[in-house]
């Protein structure tokens, strides 16, 4: 297991997840990485650790350049414990460690770990020398969870970013310039989709205070590093934090008996016809974290569902409770369906819409097998609402 060199003396330390493909509900079909760091200085210092089953791994790298014991610093970015899993382990060999991390990190780590470590709490803006180099604290609260915080080297022109401007993608790998950037960007805007949307707010703010950062390397915790394509990375989250969107439709929809997703089709000609991106996403053939990943640019969020015992459709609910969570903004809603007599889902779906701050069209709730002639003016009625 070697170390890779990103530069002088600072080395790629962390662990390659090839086989995970669920990550709390988030399909990862391309696995991820647990990014740690090491910087050898006049305080050798460990930045972020791996998940706990891959602790030896990280071992094995950074006992490639120095024994662990010799570890003087440890820097805690995120509690999650995807970053901190191996903290017990490390803590444990490199026992006069002090480690550093915000408030909220401190709290966190105790209560995960019910640990006493030589904890150091930081202060944003805060620098820490550590012999040629200085580390430069900045908070980041709920970007995504309380105690997040990334890490800056100046002299080396390194942001450790942690969770933000990750991705998950298992590589031996570790650069934007040696895979696919289509690939790299794709699984960014998936990553941003399902963990980063709701805190658009505090991207912003994070942004403000990176941006007069020098940077060479931008190193989140997750997947590939960015050094190649830093202005794209930077601009994506530009949009994505303001929740940007383009002329597209995603139409979402589960069926019983087709009618439902007959109504699907057309709605996605009607969006079709005025210029639109489409997608179509069957909620049976598409996982709901890769549904959000079209969701993220889209100005229409379609969704459908036939009426099953007075109720929604169990996956069209289910997509419907993860999508009110990450609460993407600015989007208009449209709910449709069709049903046998009692009918209640669109009306269900409609108002999880609205829950979701959503402006609505006017939904369309078709009973039984919709026929061409009411299909045709219902869909020339969604046209001309179409903006
Ligand atoms: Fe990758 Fe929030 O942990």
Redesign the pocket.
Known sequence: MKPIKLKDNIYWVGSIDWSIRNFHGYLTQRGTTYNAFLIIDEKITLIDTVKYHLFDEMLERISEIIDPADIDYVVSN?V?P??SGSLPDIMAIAKNATLFTTPSGEKGLKAHYKEDWNFQVTKTGEVLNIGKRNLAFVHTPML??PDNMVTYLPEDKILFSN?AF?QHIASSERFDDQLSLGIVMEEAKKYYANIVLPFGTQVKKALGALADLELDIIAP??GILWRASLPAILGEYDKWCTNTTEDKAVIIYDTMWQSTEIIAEKIMNAFDNKGFKTRLMSLKDNHISDIMTEVQTAKYICVGSPTLNNNLMPNVASFLTYLKGLAPKNRIGLAFGSYGWSGQSVGQVEQYLKDCGFDTLDNIRIQYIPDEEQLEKTMIELEEKII
């Open positions: 995120h999650e995807d970053h995504h969870w969770d990750g915790s997750h």
